[in-house]
């Protein structure tokens, strides 16, 4: 049984804290937040040992996984710090995305793991669901034929005054970066467009269009300016042999075959189904868990570090487009 430790806890480490708690795969041992008001909530929470230094918890614990949700700057500047602490410390790391705001932060966490030959993964639970991974099998199976084109849209309601122009840029969209590629191949190059929402002090709502390695091009839209409780993603992927249109990334997914009118359909089941957003994350901690005590490769990792830092790459090229008014080529 994996023993695992949270490592700051907002409302996002309190919801991977309750769910290691409930998975039969670890035991969650110990919690750590700098704020002591949220350490000790979290610590009675969950009946487990609570700290203020990750580093203190580590040496006391020594835990086999530790779960990185810590925010900062950009909702990322805080990653680093405990990340390359847990690694150094023999620890398997699973970090809240975006991995880092700053490219050469994320690399040497990632150049950390790889070092330590740990396994480090990045929490993109958009993409752990049975429908998404559906849609994976069809492309593999070639169900699309070659790969012309991909839309991508997601949006959520987030208001309010934030640290940085690019928040939501760089925020929100390594989840639709890293669908993008999971589906298409690597971003080639990209251009981007951006507005603000009246009474906004950020880039608020974002166009890209990118062309994938492979030829196929692609688009994105990204907003924080849309009410919450509509549907917030979409995913649609064409082919010479068939597109798919994914939905709020567990609800639907349907592949419309190019040589058939008849469509298939997988609707998440009402019985045994995911039942709302927190079970994307409980997927994804769980096949963390799965890999890492399943013996997989750090190098085979689903969702890994380099993934992380690669849909980082992406979003830059698109902010430096932004800021230019060129295209930019997305620098591997
Ligand atoms: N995967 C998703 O769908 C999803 C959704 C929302 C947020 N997130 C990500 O989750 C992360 C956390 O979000 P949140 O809203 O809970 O953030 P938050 O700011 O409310 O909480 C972060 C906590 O980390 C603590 N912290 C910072 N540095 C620390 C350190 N060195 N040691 C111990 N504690 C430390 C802070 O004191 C704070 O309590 C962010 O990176 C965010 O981008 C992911």
């Known amino acids: 049984m994996l023993r695992v430790c949270v ?16 998975d039969d795969l670890c035991e969650l041992v110990g919690v750590c937040d700098i704020i002591e008001e949220r350490a000790r909530a ?3 929470r969950f009946g487990v040992p609570w700290f203020l230094s990750a580093q203190d918890m580590l040496d006391k614990l020594k835990p086999d996984v530790v779960s990185v949700a810590t925010g900062g700057f950009e909702y990322a500047s805080d990653h680093y710090e ?18 880092h705001n700053e490219i050469d932060k994320a690399e040497e966490m990632v150049r950390v ?15 752990f669901t049975n429908a998404a991974r559906l849609a994976k099998q069809w492309v593999d199976e070639g169900r699309l034929g070659h790969i012309l084109f991909c839309n991508m849209s997601l949006w959520i309601g987030k208001p309010g005054l934030f640290d940085s122009p690019y928040f939501h840029i760089k925020a929100l969209n390594p989840h639709s970066a890293d669908l993008m590629r999971y589906y298409c191949g690597d971003i080639a190059s990209i251009q981007c467009f951006a507005t603000r929402a009246p ?6 709502t974002a166009s890209f269009n990118v062309q994938f390695q492979s030829g196929a091009v692609g688009h994105l839209t990204s907003s924080y300016d849309l009410a919450r409780g509509h549907p917030m993603e979409r995913c649609e992927v064409a082919g010479t ?17 190019a040589d058939d009118l008849v469509k298939s359909v997988y609707t998440n089941p009402v019985f045994g189904g995911f039942r709302d957003f927190d079970d994307t ?13 399943g013996g997989v490769p750090p190098s085979e990792i689903d969702g890994s570090g380099e993934d992380g830092l690669i849909a980082q790459k992406v979003i830059q090229a698109g902010i430096e487009s932004l800021e230019s008014g060129r295209v930019v080529t997305v620098c591997y």
């Not at 793991?113 to 993409?127: K, L, P, Q, Y």
């Not at 009474?199 to 608020?204: E, M, Y």
């Open 7 to 22: 490592i700051g806890l907002g409302p996002i480490g309190n919801l991977h804290s309750r769910i290691y708690s409930e």
């Open 42 to 44: 979290a610590g009675e």
């Open 82 to 99: 405990p990340t390359i602490q847990s690694l150094r410390a023999g620890c398997h790391v699973l970090c809240e995305k975006p991995i």
């Open 113 to 127: 793991a790889r070092e330590e030959n740990r396994c480090f993964g990045v929490n993109f639970n958009h993409r």
């Open 199 to 204: 009474g906004r002090n950020i880039w608020s």
């Open 241 to 257: 042999k068939g597109r798919f249109v994914l939905e709020d990334m567990w609800r639907e997914v349907t592949l419309y075959p």
């Open 281 to 293: 994350f409980r997927d994804r901690l769980h096949k963390f868990l799965q890999q890492v005590s």
